[in-house]
């Protein structure tokens, strides 16, 4: 079973900084693009940043210029770093891997998210 794993979430005061991982499982051959996502309850899950394989990357207006995607391919891992974190970043964060093609059948493309991790920024 394929499945992406995130961990790094946690309490953290305003100004402060916390980095998710999340983790590619399984039999997978690649995981291709990827990305965040946040979602506050009542509120749609809107998207943060996203990286291609080759490392390009595009941010949400809010977060730019405070968190930064990468990658590692060998390690199937994406993360996120956060920096100057504020009470408006607390929400539940998503990985999302749209393409992801595995070893059993490199030809098909299936859509992954990750479990969600909580953020709680304190003021």
């Known amino acids: 079973q394929v499945q992406l794993v995130e961990s790094g979430g946690g309490l953290v005061q305003a100004g402060g900084s916390l980095r998710l991982s999340c983790a590619g499982s399984?039999?997978?051959?690649?995981?291709?693009?990827m990305g965040w996502h946040r979602q506050v309850p009542g509120k749609q899950r809107e998207l943060v940043a996203t990286i291609t394989t080759g490392g390009s990357t595009n941010y949400a207006d809010s977060v730019k210029g405070r968190f930064t995607i990468s990658r590692d391919n060998a390690k199937n891992t994406v993360y996120l770093q956060m920096n100057s974190l504020k009470p408006e970043d607390t929400a539940v964060y998503y990985c999302?891997?749209?393409?992801?093609?595995?070893?059993?059948?490199?030809?098909?493309?299936?859509?992954?998210w990750g479990q969600g991790t909580l953020v709680t920024v304190s003021s």
């Open positions: 399984g039999r997978i051959a690649r995981l291709n693009d």
């Open positions: 999302n891997a749209p393409g992801v093609q595995t070893l059993s059948n490199p030809y098909r493309y299936l859509e992954l």
